[in-house]
């Protein structure tokens, strides 16, 4: 087995060690501010119809121009955007209905929101790095500054699927941007053991489980479909994986795999060709095993999932593949 | 063969480079894994959503039952406002 997906294959057992903690004292520090289940966004007035979008912050978002595709066609169905697309989604025009947090990092999710704390270009060279939001990169100061604008002015019209595991920081700018939070608990482990870290948070605040699938992306596409009850869900920019020609050090881990591998540091990345868009991309352990997982996730689901991403490596049995501009046609009581 | 081909002596060094490589390659790997990984956890089970209680069986639309409700026009099952709107258990 390749070095990649031997690291993959460790990874659902890594997360939870690295993860648990963490999310389980950012569920205590919640606490006073939990009011609202996730499962009275059912109730909420969100898109027509029975279709969804789930929106991820890959990297064909913009190189497909996804966002501006989907507010010319004017859309009318339920969007869902993973917390990293949603600079990306307000700057296209598109407010998304939904936004799903769930990362309990305690300084770097928050800039999704845009953080007015940030007057100075930050040590951590996160987001100067990544490759799911590009306008971090050239400007870093100035695009935060832009988006704490956006997202005060939007914030009370888009309602935020909160992981009772998001840092307080996340939590606390949304409440000033006059989001509305609604609640839910991250699956931390089976519900059904005796000892279930799940069972005892759900014992301690009534909230609902959801199973995220390692990511953000993923646990949208979780409360599309298992919370909205949506039955139709097209997902764009849910690439988990690099575009041809991508750079290594743009990566996410990066920096992690040089320390750990040296010069071989190329070995961990796994190269996929896609047979639907002739192209050949690339990701890393941690992106490989959750497009196993959501390929195993969508496959059992009681719904149909289109990706229309027009990229990335995410494709086989269980999701059909097909040009975002297809779906919207097809799209019934969505449009 | 081993009955032809026979030492007459004895080897002084003790070989284990290929231990040592194995325990280097799972040393990473140990170490890869605390610093790689996801967001969110994933937990090996057929459930989206659990909420407290054990979960009934999801009725497809590909079940007997769904196809039938389906082709007669009838409602399929939907939101249950207090476990969730889509099946739970998958």
């Known amino acids: ?235 764009i920019g849910m690439d988990f994986s690099y575009p041809p020609g991508a750079s290594y050090e743009k990566t996410q881990y990066y920096p992690e795999l040089v320390a750990m591998l040296g010069d071989r540091f190329a070995d961990a990345y796994t190269h996929v060709a896609n047979p639907h868009i002739g192209e050949t991309w690339f990701c890393d352990p941690a992106y490989i095993w959750f497009r196993d997982v959501f390929l195993g996730m969508a496959g059992e689901a009681d719904c149909e999932t289109v990706n229309c991403t027009e990229g990335g490596i995410l494709f086989g049995e269980g999701i059909a593949f097909t040009a975002l501009d297809e779906f919207l046609t097809r799209g019934g009581g969505g449009r | 063969m081993t009955e032809y081909l026979k030492g007459n002596y004895k080897v002084g060094a003790k070989i284990e480079e290929e231990a040592e490589a194995a325990d280097a390659t799972e040393q990473f790997e140990k170490k890869a894994l605390s610093r790689l990984g996801g967001s969110i956890c994933f937990v090996s089970k057929k459930t989206l959503m659990w909420n407290g209680e054990p979960q009934p069986q999801a009725r497809r639309a590909d079940t007997v039952e769904g196809a039938e409700r389906s082709e007669a026009g009838e409602p399929q099952p939907r939101v249950d406002k207090e476990h969730g709107a889509g099946p739970t258990d998958r």
């Not at chain 1, 963490?22 to 109730?43: D, K, M, T």
């Not at chain 1, 100075?120 to 590009?134: C, I, K, L, N, V």
């Not at chain 1, 306008?135 to 956006?150: K, Y």
């Not at chain 1, 998001?166 to 519900?191: I, K, S, T």
């Open chain 1, 1 to 235: 087995m390749e070095l990649g997906r031997r690291i993959a294959s460790g990874l659902e057992a890594a997360t939870f060690d690295r993860i648990a903690a963490i999310g389980l004292a950012n569920a205590e520090v919640n606490r006073p501010r939990i009011g609202r289940s996730v499962l009275e966004l059912q109730a909420s007035r969100l898109g027509m119809g029975e279709d969804a979008i789930v929106v991820g912050a890959g990297p064909s978002l913009a190189r497909r121009r996804s966002l501006e595709r989907l507010h010319a066609a004017g859309y009318a169905g339920t969007i869902v955007a993973s917390d990293g697309a949603l600079g990306a989604c307000l700057r296209a025009g598109v407010v998304p209905h939904v936004v799903v947090t769930v990362d309990p990092h305690p300084d770097r999710i928050v800039r999704w929101f845009g953080d007015p704390r940030l007057t100075a270009p930050s040590a951590d060279d996160y987001f100067r790095r990544q490759e799911m939001d590009p306008v971090h990169r050239q400007d870093e100061v100035g695009a935060n500054r832009a988006l704490v604008e956006l997202v005060d002015a939007f914030g009370p019209k888009i309602r935020v699927a909160a992981a009772t595991s998001a840092a307080p920081a996340v939590v606390a700018r949304c409440e000033q941007a006059g989001m509305e939070l609604y609640w839910w608990n991250p699956m931390f482990d089976d519900y059904e053991r005796p000892d279930s870290l799940s069972r005892r948070l759900w014992e301690q605040n009534r909230l609902p489980c959801l199973n995220g699938g390692g990511n953000v992306g993923t646990a949208a596409w979780v409360v599309a479909h298992a919370v909205l009850g949506k039955t139709r869900i097209g997902l």
